[in-house]
């Protein structure tokens, strides 16, 4: 089992900055890569970014491309999204979710982190 758990939500004036946080515990090796999705109000859950477990490759929404950036602490089993450039539209809950290498699914997620962004 893996236990994540978000932090660094907030409440941000619109062009201001976040970071987020999401640390994992637990059967760390049995993670794959670890991913952000957001979720709005009456939106479904949206993918935001990627990393994997090990090495560096990373991915992104469009919607985020070149605002936000995913890293990666393996030291401290913490990945985390830095939010820059925020917009109305980024106000979500962000949950961080690991994929399991056993089965290939999103079998770990954390509790979700609100990001509230205003104009």
């Known amino acids: 089992q893996v236990q994540l758990v978000e932090s660094g939500g907030g409440l941000v004036q619109a062009g201001g900055s976040l970071r987020l946080s999401c640390a994992a515990s637990?059967?760390?090796?049995?993670?794959?890569?670890m991913d952000w999705f957001r979720q709005a109000p009456g939106k479904e859950r949206a993918f935001v970014a990627s990393?994997?477990?090990?090495?560096?490759?990373?991915s992104y929404a469009d919607s985020v491309k070149g605002r936000f950036t995913i890293s990666r602490d393996n030291a401290k089993n913490t990945v985390s999204l830095q939010m820059n450039s925020l917009k109305p539209e980024d106000t979500a809950v962000y949950l961080c979710a690991a994929v399991n290498t056993a089965t290939g699914s999103y079998d770990y997620w954390g509790q979700g982190t609100q990001v509230t962004v205003f104009s």
């Open positions: 637990g059967r760390t090796d049995s993670i794959y890569k």
């Open positions: 990393i994997r477990w090990s090495g560096s490759s990373t």
